[in-house]
T-cell receptor, first 117, second 115 residues
Framework: NAGVTQTPKFRILKIGQSMTLQCTQD?????MYWYRQDPGMGLKLIYY???????DKGEVPNGYNVSRSTTEDFPLRLELAAPSQTSVYFC????????????????FGPGTRLTVL | KNQVEQSPQSLIILEGKNCTLQ??????????LRWYKQDTGRGPVSLTI?????NTKSNGRYTATLDADTKQSSLHITASQLSDSASYIC??????????????FGTGTRLKVLA
């Protein structure tokens, strides 16, 4: 199993450009999550999904959109990139609700480092 | 305000030495607490998880303790190795009144182990 994979690893965008961060998991997990990690800050939840066709906002959803057409894929879309979106983005997945149970483990991808100039 | 604070921010130790990282939280109601290890340029990897009824949990050379009364947790690393150099993140889960959950991430402790 590859686990959680993310592409691209790095990307530089100009202000106002758009892009999609890709995330795929091969563990047949129902739950998937997108986080951003800013320097010196804790991870912040952007969006999450509890299954194909179902998504919900996290703590910092503004400026982002997601979709979940399949169990495996959970892309994150930036429509009008802004410098405030410069960050490292992590995708994660878990079999069930990661937060609810001691045995529900969350697996993270390697991250995408995004710079908006 | 629900917060998770970790100390120290950074730590340098010699290989073979032990160290202890601290996590204080004000999250309530508390569901569980996790410690993650994050290598540079990688995603976090789970080390331990504890519910409020657990006092200690070990994973090899890593031992986490939890005092739910004082809202403090610690991660003890025994006989450190160069590969322990990483950031260690404390994550506390908050149970919302809606029955859903919110994850509060600490900012991490950056550990450097020197040969």
């Amino acid at each position: 199993n590859a686990g959680v994979t993310q592409t691209p690893k790095f990307r530089i965008l100009k202000i106002g450009q758009s892009m999609t961060l890709q995330c795929t998991q091969d563990m047949n997990h129902n739950y998937m999550y997108w986080y951003r990690q800013d320097p010196g800050m804790g991870l912040k939840l952007i969006y999450y999904s509890v299954g194909a066709g179902i998504t919900d906002k996290g703590e910092v959803p503004n400026g982002y959109n997601v979709s979940r057409s399949t169990t495996e894929d959970f892309p994150l879309r930036l429509e009008l990139a802004a410098p405030s979106q410069t960050s490292v983005y992590f995708c994660a997945s878990s079999y069930s609700n990661w937060a609810s149970g001691a045995n529900n483990e969350q697996f993270f991808g390697p991250g995408t480092r995004l710079t908006v100039l | 305000k629900n917060q998770v604070e970790q100390s120290p921010q950074s730590l340098i130790i010699l290989e073979g030495k032990n160290c202890t990282l601290q996590c204080n939280y004000t999250v309530s109601p508390f569901s569980n607490l996790r410690w993650y290890k994050q290598d540079t340029g990688r995603g976090p990897v789970s080390l331990t998880i504890m519910t409020f009824s657990e006092n200690t949990k070990s994973n090899g050379r890593y031992t986490a303790t939890l005092d739910a009364d004082t809202k403090q947790s610690s991660l003890h690393i025994t006989a450190s190795q160069l590969s322990d150099s990483a950031s260690y993140i404390c994550v506390v889960t908050l149970t919302l009144t809606s029955g859903t959950y919110k994850y509060i991430f600490g900012t991490g402790t950056r550990l450097k182990v020197l040969a």
